[in-house]
T-cell receptor, first 115, second 116 residues
Framework: AQKITQTQPGMFVQEKEAVTLDCTYD???????LFWYKQPSSGEMIFLIY??????QNATEGRYSLNFQKARKSANLVISASQLGDSAMYFC????????????FGQGTRLTINP | EAGVTQFPSHSVIEKGQTVTLRCDPI?????LYWYRRVMGKEIKFLLH????????ESGMPNNRFLAERTGGTYSTLKVQPAELEDSGVYFC??????????????FGPGTRLTVL
């Protein structure tokens, strides 16, 4: 069975600082994918970044980067130069196994950016 | 291009009543998924359609939940009869065909269901 753990229920960060949101995962699959989604107060789920288990380099998308440490089974999201609009819930998710489609989510981290 | 849409955005019903949630995926997306988030807990997978066929319904909690996708377009999720523990946010997502590698699921805004 796959499991995602996000140990930070809430985080408070000053605007313009970098922030790291933790995510660890557990799986016996060799092939899997890791995702981060953002959910602002409006409720929609916004895809941020993806990392494949066989990708050798850490994924980056603008101000978002994924610190992928395969041996430690961690996939932390790093947001550089945080902005007020980054305040939201952030979910780490995994899709695992050959041909699997469903996403397994963590409990989420509520990030608040202070001015 | 329109995103995933869900209707209604909110629904408040009494225990024992029936509610039907609707999801319209992005046009051309063969894969359609239902997830739900019960208050304070993680988002959990309910089921996955490929076109009109149920590919994986391992997350459906019990037989009070019935999902359909007639014609392989929109999908409905019916809860009958609703119980208090069914309250939560129900998300629908869709993705293009192609199971491997990066295959982003686009989520709808969710339906917030409250059972009183």
């Amino acid at each position: 069975a796959q499991k995602i753990t996000q140990t930070q229920p809430g985080m408070f960060v000053q605007e313009k600082e970098a922030v790291t949101l933790d995510c660890t995962y557990d799986t016996s699959d060799q092939s899997y994918g890791l995702f981060w989604y953002k959910q602002p107060s409006s409720g929609e789920m916004i895809f941020l970044i993806y990392q494949g288990s066989y990708d050798e380099q850490n994924a980056t998308e603008g101000r978002y980067s994924l610190n992928f440490q395969k041996a430690r089974k961690s996939a932390n999201l790093v947001i550089s130069a945080s902005q007020l609009g980054d305040s939201a819930m952030y979910f780490c998710a995994m899709r695992g196994g050959w041909g699997a489609q469903k996403l397994v989510f963590g409990q989420g981290t509520r990030l608040t950016i202070n001015p | 291009e329109a995103g995933v849409t869900q209707f209604p955005s909110h629904s408040v019903i009494e225990k024992g009543q029936t509610v039907t949630l609707r999801c319209d995926p992005i046009s051309g997306h063969d894969n359609l998924y239902w997830y739900r988030r019960v208050m304070g807990k993680e988002i959990k997978f309910l089921l996955h359609f490929v076109k009109e066929s149920k590919q994986d319904e391992s997350g459906m909690p019990n037989n009070r939940f019935l999902a359909e996708r007639t014609g392989g377009t929109y999908s409905t999720l019916k809860v009958q009869p609703a119980e208090l523990e069914d309250s939560g946010v129900y998300f629908c997502a869709s993705s293009q065909q192609g199971a491997e590698g990066y295959n982003e699921q686009f989520f709808g805004p969710g339906t917030r269901l409250t059972v009183l």
